[in-house]
């Protein structure tokens, strides 16, 4: 069933935590909400579980208003950010639990038990109590608890973020792996845009209780909406650059005390001049050691390795910074004196004001080149 949320809002008090969201989750896709702490990703997960009620809006399951229906009768399971675990029950049993409630067959709940517990790599742990198991394990069989139950919607609320940086690795595979083996419904909240970015089909980036852009991860990435979503998702994160795309067809950059410098063909050519905020990617930032066409003169003020990579910052103008990704064996050194130019067909416009990409207002602009 697609589920539909229609003008939800949601206010604690004079506080309004969610502003009229508007979703259509596909049936069988893996949908991520990702946004910075407070944005409203637990509240807005909690209405679809029908644990909170919204202040106003509707949410449908398929064609059926379900707002007001209990939570029990909508048959979803829901990983809390803040697990409780039945304390008295080893892992084997806080896992089992759902499934003996519902009476099932013995050998199908050693089964399912097993299964969940084999992709979640907490086999060795089964008899444990747990108070006997480390954060990240105790998450792991909330996890479980809710997976073993096969229920048509997953609810999982930031379900990895006790677990270290490999393994987190490993557990986000695992449980794509088991999406597009159940192929269940899922809605997955995240604040790690990486996460978001390698696990989802669709991505809804929240900011303020409002969903900032809902589209495909290339999507997101590629045309972010505005220079929320483009600072939010990518790391190193984007650079935002103030500069000016010009009535004759060039683009040029603010490089310090009125000077500017044309950096590439504008998108914009034959409309009038006006102010712009450039984005660019580090990685689409080029770092030349001697003066080439469409550069200006920076410094490099830090050099730091990443492994495959090393990350440049550098000064230009008036006290303005901006970071280009390199690769490891560059010779670039702080201290340095170099010219910068960018990838022209990777630069991204923005209202100043609004922060909306242009390319989403003008068609000439979203035209493949
Ligand atoms: N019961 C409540 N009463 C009052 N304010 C609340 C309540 N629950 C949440 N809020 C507020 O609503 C906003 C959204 O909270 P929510 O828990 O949905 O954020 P979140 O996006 O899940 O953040 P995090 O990433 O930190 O978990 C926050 O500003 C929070 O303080
Ligand atoms: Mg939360």
Wanted: net charge neutral; charged share 25%; with cysteine.
């Amino acid at each position: 069933m697609t589920i539909r949320l229609e003008h939800l809002r949601k206010s604690f008090g004079p506080v309004q935590v969610l502003k009229d969201i508007n979703l259509e989750l596909p049936e069988r896709e893996f949908i991520t909400l990702v946004g910075p702490s407070g944005c409203g990703k637990t509240t807005l997960l909690r209405i679809i579980a029908g644990l909170e009620t919204a202040s106003s809006g509707t949410i449908y399951h398929g064609e059926t208003r379900v707002s007001d229906l209990a939570p029990g009768k909508r048959d979803v399971a829901m990983v809390f950010q803040s697990y409780a675990l039945y304390p008295h029950m080893n892992v084997f049993d806080n896992i089992a639990y759902g499934l003996k409630v519902r009476r099932t067959p013995k050998a199908e709940i050693e089964a399912r038990v097993r299964e969940v517990a084999g992709v979640l790599e907490i086999i060795p742990l089964l008899e444990r109590k747990p108070k006997q198991l480390s954060g990240g394990q105790r998450q792991r069989v909330a996890l479980g608890r809710a997976m073993v139950r096969k229920p048509w919607l997953f609810l999982m609320d930031e379900p990895l973020s006790n677990l270290d940086a490999k393994l987190r690795v490993t557990m986000r595979s695992e449980l794509k792996r088991f999406h597009l083996r159940l192929e269940t419904t899922t809605i997955y909240v995240t604040h790690d845009q990486l996460e978001a970015m390698t696990m989802s089909d669709k991505i809804a980036v929240m900011d303020g209780g409002e969903v900032q852009q809902y589209a495909t991860p290339e999507e997101v990435y590629n045309r972010p909406a505005n220079t929320f979503v483009a600072g939010f998702i990518g790391s190193p994160p984007m650079n935002f650059l103030p500069g000016a795309a010009l009535a004759d067809g060039e683009l040029s950059l603010a490089t310090g005390s009125g000077a500017r410098t044309v950096i590439a063909d504008s998108p914009l050519a034959g409309k009038a001049s006006r102010e712009i905020l450039l984005g660019a990617r580090p990685q689409d930032v080029r770092v030349h050691a001697a003066v080439a066409d469409r550069t200006f003169a920076a410094e490099i003020v830090l050099v730091q390795l990443l492994g495959s990579e090393k990350l440049v910052e550098l000064a230009y103008g008036s006290g303005a910074v901006l970071t280009a990704q390199v690769k490891a064996d560059s010779p670039l050194k702080a201290g340095q004196k170099v010219w910068v130019g960018f990838d022209p067909d990777k630069l991204h416009l923005f209202d100043p004001d609004s922060g909306r990409n242009l390319a989403l207002e003008s068609p000439r602009l979203s035209d493949p080149a």
